[in-house]
């Protein structure tokens, strides 16, 4: 009895040491996706996207620093590689059209040959982000005070998940009121605006669309519409229809959603080892001059 109460006390121990270390030491690379996965499906993302684990190190390794980005970009990899990142989280997918070779003569081929060479994993969630209840749409919504708020285009497994947002507001908006909301919401100094036609019409309703919209947007009958970018003659489209349109910059409608996910995810991974950072390299590549 004497000996089975020493057995039982080690096995304690034992799973006690087992925990901690683990604790201690980061996560497994497979139990960081699954809670990326758990998050967003990746069944939500676009049928042409590219999402999901897309550089795996053949060497395997707890993820103890993970720094998220919008783009991946070679200035962001540096910053990686000096962070000593083991897992990089890049909301747009810097492998999206098939690569032939890796080589040094592009950049996107240099970044997958960084990853590999330094042991980094990568993932991409994409458009699963922009349709997930609580994603990177609702964050651009939340611009404004909202009423209602339903996707534009319904995921069929999940209607509260899908792409876009439209939304009725509480109270009226000027299109300079709007404007100011947008600015704060993706700390820009400046953003461009193209009015209704006829001008003076005041916001109600509102569509977003995170990204370059148009796709999403042009058949929503809203007063506003707030997206990245927009064609030439989607814009004036829109304008003519008595719709104000607000854009941002592509990657500027998206961005600021990352500072709140990183909150999500360290509670999600609950693991005080692990260190999430927000790039601070990361940002659009037009600047208004």
């Keep these: 009895m004497f000996t089975s109460k020493i057995f039982n006390n080690l096995k304690t121990c034992n ?3 087992k925990k901690n270390m683990s604790s201690n030491n980061g996560l497994s ?3 960081v ?3 990326l996965n ?7 993302a676009g049928s042409w996207d590219n999402v999901g684990l897309l550089i795996q190190p053949t060497v395997q390794k707890n993820i103890k620093n993970i720094l998220l980005t919008n783009d991946l970009t ?9 962070f000593d990142t083991d897992l990089i989280i890049s909301y747009h997918p810097p492998i999206f059209s098939p690569l032939k070779r890796i080589t040094n003569n592009s950049w996107k081929e240099r970044i997958v040959a960084k990853c590999l060479e330094n042991k980094i994993a990568l993932y991409s969630p994409h458009t699963s982000f922009d349709s997930i209840k609580g994603g990177v749409n609702d964050w651009l919504a939340n611009a404004f005070d909202i009423k209602t708020s339903e996707p534009i285009e ?10 876009g947002r439209i939304c009725t507001i509480n109270g009226s908006l000027t299109p300079e009121e709007a404007v100011e909301l947008v600015k704060k919401r993706v700390n820009l100094k400046h953003v461009r ?13 509102v569509a977003v669309c995170a990204g370059s919209g148009a796709s999403v947007l042009k058949n929503i009958d809203a007063d506003l519409f707030v997206t990245g970018e927009m064609l030439h003659h989607d814009i004036l489209d829109a304008v003519h229809k008595g719709t104000t349109v607000i854009l941002t910059n592509h990657s500027d409608s998206e961005r600021g959603f990352l500072t709140e996910f990183s909150k999500i995810l360290k509670t999600t991974l609950d693991n005080d080892s692990i260190n999430i950072i927000v790039s601070k390299t990361d940002v659009d590549p037009l600047i208004t001059v």
């Excluded at 319904?154 to 792409?163: A, D, I, K, V």
């Design 154 to 163: 319904r995921s069929t497994s999940n209607p509260e998940n899908g792409m």
């Design 15 to 17: 799973h006690f040491f």
């Design 33 to 35: 996706v699954k809670s």
């Design 38 to 44: 758990d998050y967003a499906d990746l069944s939500l």
């Design 193 to 205: 605006l193209a009015l209704a036609q006829p001008s003076g019409k005041m916001i109600n309703t």
């Design 74 to 82: 070679e200035n962001v990899m540096k910053e990686a590689v000096d």
């Design 29 to 31: 690379l497979e139990r």
